[in-house]
């Protein structure tokens, strides 16, 4: 599986960007998508998953009620809506897959947003 995000950059706070993540391989076997991300002297974090079965995304704290995760099955794509955005959402964020028997990532994507 190979995964390939697009769409950071520069944001505002208040604002919105959208971030995408296009899946190729054997996407077939992936279970479980989602979006982690990673700011400057942090442990990189979980922001959302989702399941390939359906059901709602989950969501970390910090992001509930701004962000959505979406999938595309389709059409091999996620997407990771982001509004409300604050300073503190500044960081590499990274696509992630789970395909068994093993976790897949992309290269990541910088989202900056200014204070």
């Known amino acids: 599986v190979q995964l390939v995000e697009s769409g950071g950059g520069l944001g505002r706070a208040g604002g919105s960007l959208r971030l995408s993540c296009a899946a190729s391989g054997s996407t077939f076997s992936i279970r479980v998508m989602g979006w982690y991300r990673q700011a400057p002297g942090k442990q990189r974090e979980l922001v959302a998953i989702?399941?390939?079965?359906?059901?709602?995304?989950n969501y970390a704290d910090s992001v509930k009620g701004r962000f959505t995760n979406s999938r595309d099955n389709a059409e091999n794509m996620m997407y990771l809506q982001m509004n409300s955005m604050k300073p503190e959402d500044t960081a590499v964020y990274y696509c992630y897959a789970y395909a068994r028997p093993r976790a897949y990532w992309g290269q990541g994507t910088q989202v900056t947003v200014p204070s």
């Open positions: 989702i399941s390939s079965g359906g059901g709602s995304p």
